[in-house]
């Protein structure tokens, strides 16, 4: 006798969905979203259809821990493309700037990113004074003494010799102005565009390019090639890291140029919480897909690979 027949459901047409990586990559700085954690960061970058992400580093461990990091990668679909060196000491890692650099780019090694974006070294410190209500910056004092061996670092061979060792990309960021009684000058060392030319491989930041009034398309077409990676916000006139088209910078033609100049390297969405609707995840996550929209429509991208991505990558984290 037969067993009795197995009752299945109906089965459901099944949608194939290919995905061609752009040639230019639009990644989100895990930084946008550092108020509600690394997990929720590559969340979200899932869910508006990022191509992946720049893991900043900073104090939490959960921001340099390759084996969880790399389970986020696997649950979400969104691989790290880039991580950024910690700006500031962190617990458990070397003070030394160095020192740090060499830890992050190992940890880029570790988890499969192609490039590691620093910071160009401190010229002040500040000296803050509390009063009137705000802590007020005074920016006398040297830089700390590690940053001076760092600046001799980038130019002396330092820098060449690590690069030499690894296949990571290590792009030095320009940073942006500062003002002290109305008048605009550089906290850091190495900032000046003939400074930062003389170093091989670079990140442009575009909302630090509006603090000094330049454009970006301009400063890119000096810089040449030595431009491998890309920090795309706007600039209000006073706050940086600005959501893409609600500042000064013509971000649109910045990078229309990118894509005529045939640049190769990742374009990374770095905001400030500050500017994102994050208590409200519907409102965020439009927001969030707005950006990588703006820079899909104006890449030349077809933005229609957004929607694909984005059904790719829920159909792997179930959102």
């Known amino acids: 006798m037969l067993p009795p027949r197995q009752r299945y459901p109906p089965a459901q047409a099944l949608r ?62 969104v691989p790290i493309l880039s991580v950024h060196s910690p700006f500031v000491t962190i617990s458990g890692w070397p003070r ?32 803050t004074i509390s009063g009137l209500g705000k802590p007020i910056l005074f920016p006398f004092l040297p830089p700390p003494q590690d940053h001076r061996r760092y600046a001799r670092w980038l130019l002396d061979g330092g820098l060449d010799a690590l690069q030499a060792r690894t296949p990571v990309t ?13 008048v605009r000058f550089s906290r850091y060392a190495l900032n000046s565009w003939e400074e930062i030319a003389l170093i091989p491989s670079l990140c442009l930041d575009t909302t630090h390019c509006g603090t000094w009034d330049a454009d970006p398309t301009e400063i890119f077409e000096r810089l040449g090639n ?25 971000l649109d033609r910045f990078l ?27 409102k965020l996550a439009r927001e969030l897909r707005r950006n990588l929209e703006f820079c899909r429509q104006h890449l030349g991208q077809n933005t229609d690979s957004v929607q694909a991505s984005t059904e790719v990558k829920r159909q792997v984290v179930g959102v």
């Open 96 to 127: 030394d700037e160095v020192q740090r650099i060499e830890r992050t780019v190992a940890l880029a090694e570790a988890v499969g990113a192609r490039t590691v974006n620093v910071h160009v070294p401190y010229r002040f410190s500040d000296l």
């Open 226 to 250: 030595r431009v491998k990676h890309v920090h795309l916000s706007d600039w209000s006139g006073r706050y940086q890291h600005q959501p893409v088209g609600t500042g000064l910078i013509a």
């Open 256 to 282: 229309r140029h990118l894509k005529e100049r045939n640049y190769t390297g990742i374009v990374v969405v770095e905001l400030t919480p500050l500017s994102l609707p994050v208590k409200d995840e519907n």
């Open 16 to 77: 194939i969905v290919f995905v061609i990586p752009p040639a230019i990559p639009v990644t989100l700085s895990t930084g946008s979203l550092y108020t509600l954690g690394t997990a929720r960061a590559f969340e979200h970058a899932a869910r508006a259809g990022y191509d992946g992400v720049e893991l900043l580093i900073d104090d939490r461990w959960d921001t340099r821990q390759p084996e969880y990091l790399k389970r986020l990668t696997d649950q979400h679909a």
């Open 170 to 182: 290590i792009a030095v960021e320009n940073l942006p102005s500062r003002r002290f009684l109305g």
